[in-house]
């Protein structure tokens, strides 16, 4: 089943706004990553955090993890036109000698000009 | 330059023929994994290699196989294919699967 799950499923907002994506999973995890995906082509990666980390910063990119919620957050700060894209959380099951990484839905991105 | 190669990027093909799409790596990654992406479902792993000759299944294995004969590659195969296999199909690899992944291009299948 579908670990990561984003939210909002499309967000849509002004250039210079901030966009707020959540990402929320089921179980025990070893970190989250955040990855970045323009129309039709690769992931980009974006961010990592850590099981032990709580925040983390790149950029205008500020992501959070609340591993007592099982939900991590990404924000990004005074939005541009070229940010518009979806974005995806994974996560990273590290156990019993297998590592199996879940993507969620993804959040598309609208910025406005 | 570092890179995840996929090929073909477009294939459209008949059910029940059997296809390869083929994926390299020239980062020396340890770790590579197959996910197919649908419309509201996000991508799914597909398989994944911990390493040279250790693969093992992702979410939805079913109707796929692959081999990691050498460390830079990782094939997908379908040995029969059917339309619900359409899909848009990525690559990737990364240092271990604890690390950032790289992607392939990828490769848009179309079964009819």
């Known amino acids: 089943s579908q670990q990561g799950e984003e939210d909002p499923q499309a967000l849509s907002i002004q250039e210079g706004e901030n966009a707020t994506m959540n990402c929320s999973y089921k179980?025990?995890?070893?970190?989250l990553q955040w990855y970045r995906q323009n129309s039709g082509r690769g992931l980009v990666h974006l961010i990592l955090?850590?099981?032990?980390?709580r925040e983390k910063h790149s950029g205008r990119l500020r992501v959070t993890l609340d591993t007592s919620k099982k939900s991590s957050s990404l924000l990004i700060t005074a939005s541009r036109a070229a940010d518009t894209a979806s974005y995806f959380c994974?996560?990273?099951?590290?156990?019993?000698?297998?590592?199996?990484?879940?993507f969620g839905i993804g959040t598309k991105l609208q910025v406005i000009p | 330059e570092a890179q995840v190669t996929q090929n073909p990027r477009y294939l459209i093909t008949v059910t029940g023929k059997k296809l390869t799409v083929t994926c390299s790596q020239n980062m020396n990654h340890e770790y590579m994994s197959w996910y197919r992406q649908d419309p509201g479902l996000g991508l799914r792993q597909i398989y994944y290699s911990m390493n040279v000759e250790v693969t093992d299944k992702g979410d939805v294995p079913e109707g796929y196989k692959v081999s990691r004969k050498e460390k830079r590659n990782f094939p997908l195969i379908l040995e029969s294919p059917s339309p619900n296999q359409t899909s848009l199909y990525f690559c990737a690899s990364s240092w271990r699967g604890t690390t950032e992944a790289f992607f392939g291009q990828g490769t848009r299948l179309t079964v009819v």
């Open positions: 994974a996560t990273l099951m590290n156990s019993g000698g297998y590592q199996k990484v879940t």
């Open positions: 179980t025990s995890i070893n970190n």
């Open positions: 955090i850590r099981s032990n980390e």
